[in-house]
T-cell receptor, first 109, second 116 residues
Framework: SQQGEEDPQALSIQEGENATMNCSYK?????LQWYRQNSGRGLVHLIL?????REKHSGRLRVTLDTSKKSSSLLITASRAADTASYFC?????????FGGGTRLMVKP | KAGVTQTPRYLIKTRGQQVTLSCSPI?????VSWYQQTPGQGLQFLFE???????NKGNFPGRFSGRQFSNSRSEMNVSTLELGDSALYLC???????????????FGSGTRLTVV
Protein backbone atom coordinates (compact mmCIF):
# COMPACT_ATOMS: atom_id res chain seq x y z
CA SER A 1 0.00 0.00 0.00
CA GLN A 2 1.13 3.55 -0.54
CA GLN A 3 2.60 5.50 2.34
CA GLY A 4 0.65 8.64 1.69
CA GLU A 5 -0.74 11.11 -0.73
CA GLU A 6 0.70 13.79 -2.93
CA ASP A 7 -0.99 17.03 -3.62
CA PRO A 8 -1.87 18.20 -6.17
CA GLN A 9 -2.30 15.16 -8.41
CA ALA A 10 -1.72 17.34 -11.44
CA LEU A 11 -0.19 20.79 -11.90
CA SER A 12 0.08 22.93 -15.02
CA ILE A 13 2.23 26.06 -15.03
CA GLN A 14 4.03 28.37 -17.43
CA GLU A 15 7.77 28.22 -17.98
CA GLY A 16 9.56 30.42 -15.47
CA GLU A 17 6.99 29.95 -12.72
CA ASN A 18 7.62 28.01 -9.54
CA ALA A 19 6.04 24.62 -8.90
CA THR A 20 5.24 23.34 -5.43
CA MET A 21 4.26 19.76 -4.68
CA ASN A 22 3.29 18.39 -1.29
CA CYS A 23 3.56 14.93 0.16
CA SER A 24 2.11 13.44 3.31
CA TYR A 25 3.09 10.16 4.90
CA LYS A 26 1.84 7.98 7.70
CA UNK A 27 4.60 6.23 9.60
CA UNK A 28 8.03 6.93 11.05
CA UNK A 29 10.76 7.37 8.49
CA UNK A 30 14.54 7.40 8.19
CA UNK A 31 14.44 9.74 5.24
CA LEU A 32 12.21 11.12 2.52
CA GLN A 33 13.23 11.16 -1.13
CA TRP A 34 11.89 12.75 -4.26
CA TYR A 35 12.04 11.13 -7.68
CA ARG A 36 11.12 12.24 -11.18
CA GLN A 37 9.69 10.00 -13.88
CA ASN A 38 9.41 10.91 -17.53
CA SER A 39 6.67 9.23 -19.58
CA GLY A 40 6.61 5.83 -17.87
CA ARG A 41 10.34 5.40 -17.88
CA GLY A 42 12.61 4.80 -14.91
CA LEU A 43 12.71 6.97 -11.82
CA VAL A 44 15.46 9.52 -11.36
CA HIS A 45 16.55 10.35 -7.83
CA LEU A 46 16.35 14.10 -7.20
CA ILE A 47 17.02 14.72 -3.54
CA LEU A 48 17.02 13.01 -0.15
CA UNK A 49 16.25 14.66 3.16
CA UNK A 50 16.95 12.89 6.42
CA UNK A 51 14.45 12.74 9.24
CA UNK A 52 16.55 15.11 11.37
CA UNK A 53 16.77 17.74 8.62
CA ARG A 54 14.18 20.43 7.95
CA GLU A 55 15.23 21.87 4.60
CA LYS A 56 17.55 20.96 1.78
CA HIS A 57 18.53 22.57 -1.50
CA SER A 58 19.87 21.18 -4.75
CA GLY A 59 20.11 23.53 -7.70
CA ARG A 60 16.58 24.73 -8.48
CA LEU A 61 15.07 22.28 -6.00
CA ARG A 62 14.14 23.00 -2.42
CA VAL A 63 12.72 20.33 -0.15
CA THR A 64 11.25 20.80 3.29
CA LEU A 65 10.34 18.17 5.83
CA ASP A 66 8.03 18.53 8.82
CA THR A 67 8.11 15.29 10.78
CA SER A 68 5.57 16.59 13.32
CA LYS A 69 3.03 16.97 10.51
CA LYS A 70 4.39 14.01 8.56
CA SER A 71 4.64 16.11 5.43
CA SER A 72 7.16 17.32 2.89
CA SER A 73 7.16 19.76 0.02
CA LEU A 74 9.19 20.01 -3.16
CA LEU A 75 9.66 23.41 -4.76
CA ILE A 76 11.03 23.71 -8.28
CA THR A 77 12.00 27.30 -9.02
CA ALA A 78 12.10 28.92 -12.45
CA SER A 79 10.57 25.88 -14.10
CA ARG A 80 11.48 24.78 -17.62
CA ALA A 81 9.60 22.76 -20.20
CA ALA A 82 12.07 19.94 -19.54
CA ASP A 83 10.75 19.71 -15.97
CA THR A 84 7.52 18.23 -17.35
CA ALA A 85 7.28 14.84 -15.65
CA SER A 86 5.68 12.98 -12.76
CA TYR A 87 7.19 13.60 -9.36
CA PHE A 88 7.03 11.08 -6.54
CA CYS A 89 7.91 11.31 -2.90
CA UNK A 90 9.14 8.14 -1.26
CA UNK A 91 9.79 7.40 2.36
CA UNK A 92 12.73 5.23 3.24
CA UNK A 93 12.58 2.85 6.15
CA UNK A 94 14.69 -0.22 6.37
CA UNK A 95 15.77 -1.18 2.90
CA UNK A 96 12.65 -0.30 0.98
CA UNK A 97 10.89 2.74 -0.38
CA UNK A 98 7.19 3.47 -0.06
CA PHE A 99 5.93 5.82 -2.72
CA GLY A 100 3.17 8.38 -2.86
CA GLY A 101 0.78 8.57 -5.78
CA GLY A 102 2.75 11.24 -7.58
CA THR A 103 2.15 14.71 -9.02
CA ARG A 104 1.99 15.13 -12.78
CA LEU A 105 3.66 18.42 -13.63
CA MET A 106 3.27 20.07 -17.00
CA VAL A 107 5.35 23.12 -17.78
CA LYS A 108 4.13 25.02 -20.83
CA PRO A 109 6.72 26.85 -22.92
CA LYS B 1 29.84 4.29 -14.90
CA ALA B 2 27.10 2.18 -16.45
CA GLY B 3 23.62 2.56 -15.02
CA VAL B 4 21.11 -0.06 -14.01
CA THR B 5 20.27 -2.34 -16.92
CA GLN B 6 16.95 -4.08 -17.18
CA THR B 7 16.10 -6.59 -19.86
CA PRO B 8 13.97 -6.97 -21.79
CA ARG B 9 12.43 -3.51 -22.21
CA TYR B 10 9.10 -4.83 -23.46
CA LEU B 11 7.42 -8.17 -23.13
CA ILE B 12 4.06 -9.59 -24.16
CA LYS B 13 2.92 -12.79 -22.53
CA THR B 14 -0.25 -14.85 -22.43
CA ARG B 15 -2.25 -15.56 -19.29
CA GLY B 16 -0.96 -18.63 -17.50
CA GLN B 17 2.57 -18.31 -18.80
CA GLN B 18 5.55 -17.41 -16.68
CA VAL B 19 8.11 -14.67 -17.20
CA THR B 20 11.61 -13.86 -16.00
CA LEU B 21 12.94 -10.31 -15.86
CA SER B 22 16.58 -9.41 -15.39
CA CYS B 23 18.35 -6.55 -13.66
CA SER B 24 22.05 -5.71 -13.59
CA PRO B 25 22.87 -3.15 -10.88
CA ILE B 26 25.53 -0.50 -10.91
CA UNK B 27 28.97 -1.97 -10.40
CA UNK B 28 29.72 -2.17 -6.69
CA UNK B 29 26.08 -1.97 -5.63
CA UNK B 30 25.03 -5.02 -3.69
CA UNK B 31 21.36 -4.27 -3.13
CA VAL B 32 18.69 -4.77 -5.78
CA SER B 33 15.05 -3.91 -5.21
CA TRP B 34 12.07 -4.55 -7.44
CA TYR B 35 8.96 -2.40 -7.79
CA GLN B 36 5.74 -2.81 -9.73
CA GLN B 37 4.06 0.26 -11.21
CA THR B 38 0.46 0.21 -12.40
CA PRO B 39 -2.00 3.03 -13.04
CA GLY B 40 -4.32 1.75 -10.34
CA GLN B 41 -1.94 0.84 -7.52
CA GLY B 42 0.98 3.12 -8.28
CA LEU B 43 4.48 2.09 -7.29
CA GLN B 44 4.63 -0.91 -4.99
CA PHE B 45 7.60 -2.65 -3.45
CA LEU B 46 8.06 -6.28 -4.45
CA PHE B 47 11.28 -7.41 -2.76
CA GLU B 48 14.86 -6.49 -1.99
CA UNK B 49 18.01 -8.58 -2.19
CA UNK B 50 21.40 -7.96 -0.66
CA UNK B 51 24.34 -10.31 -1.08
CA UNK B 52 22.09 -13.01 -2.51
CA UNK B 53 19.69 -12.87 0.46
CA UNK B 54 16.13 -11.56 0.38
CA UNK B 55 15.90 -8.97 3.15
CA ASN B 56 12.45 -7.57 2.52
CA LYS B 57 9.33 -8.68 0.74
CA GLY B 58 6.25 -6.71 -0.18
CA ASN B 59 2.66 -7.81 -0.09
CA PHE B 60 2.51 -9.83 -3.28
CA PRO B 61 1.39 -13.40 -3.87
CA GLY B 62 3.85 -16.26 -4.01
CA ARG B 63 3.67 -16.22 -7.81
CA PHE B 64 6.17 -13.39 -7.60
CA SER B 65 9.66 -14.52 -6.72
CA GLY B 66 13.19 -13.36 -7.19
CA ARG B 67 16.79 -14.18 -6.68
CA GLN B 68 20.18 -12.54 -6.71
CA PHE B 69 23.40 -13.98 -8.01
CA SER B 70 26.91 -13.66 -6.63
CA ASN B 71 27.67 -10.85 -9.11
CA SER B 72 24.64 -8.93 -7.70
CA ARG B 73 22.58 -9.37 -10.84
CA SER B 74 18.99 -10.15 -10.00
CA GLU B 75 16.07 -11.83 -11.66
CA MET B 76 12.42 -11.78 -10.81
CA ASN B 77 9.96 -14.39 -11.92
CA VAL B 78 6.20 -14.28 -12.19
CA SER B 79 4.46 -17.58 -12.67
CA THR B 80 0.93 -18.25 -13.88
CA LEU B 81 0.53 -14.76 -15.26
CA GLU B 82 -2.73 -12.88 -14.78
CA LEU B 83 -4.05 -9.89 -16.71
CA GLY B 84 -3.53 -7.77 -13.60
CA ASP B 85 0.20 -8.44 -13.71
CA SER B 86 0.49 -6.09 -16.67
CA ALA B 87 2.71 -3.33 -15.37
CA LEU B 88 6.02 -1.55 -15.55
CA TYR B 89 8.52 -3.47 -13.43
CA LEU B 90 11.33 -1.34 -12.10
CA CYS B 91 14.59 -2.42 -10.60
CA UNK B 92 16.55 -0.20 -8.22
CA UNK B 93 20.19 -0.49 -7.29
CA UNK B 94 21.89 0.80 -4.13
CA UNK B 95 24.92 0.20 -1.98
CA UNK B 96 22.62 -1.45 0.51
CA UNK B 97 24.81 -0.98 3.53
CA UNK B 98 24.46 1.00 6.71
CA UNK B 99 22.23 0.82 9.74
CA UNK B 100 20.19 3.75 8.47
CA UNK B 101 20.30 3.64 4.69
CA UNK B 102 20.30 7.33 3.90
CA UNK B 103 21.01 7.11 0.22
CA UNK B 104 19.11 7.43 -3.00
CA UNK B 105 18.36 4.58 -5.30
CA UNK B 106 19.28 4.34 -8.97
CA PHE B 107 16.50 2.92 -11.08
CA GLY B 108 16.62 1.14 -14.40
CA SER B 109 14.36 2.08 -17.30
CA GLY B 110 12.02 -0.78 -16.47
CA THR B 111 10.45 -3.72 -18.24
CA ARG B 112 6.95 -3.14 -19.53
CA LEU B 113 5.05 -6.41 -19.27
CA THR B 114 1.75 -6.84 -21.05
CA VAL B 115 -0.32 -9.92 -20.29
CA VAL B 116 -2.96 -10.78 -22.89
Amino acid sequence: SQQGEEDPQALSIQEGENATMNCSYKTSINNLQWYRQNSGRGLVHLILIRSNEREKHSGRLRVTLDTSKKSSSLLITASRAADTASYFCATGAGNMLTFGGGTRLMVKP
Amino acid sequence: KAGVTQTPRYLIKTRGQQVTLSCSPISGHRSVSWYQQTPGQGLQFLFEYFSETQRNKGNFPGRFSGRQFSNSRSEMNVSTLELGDSALYLCASSLGQGIIPNYGYTFGSGTRLTVV
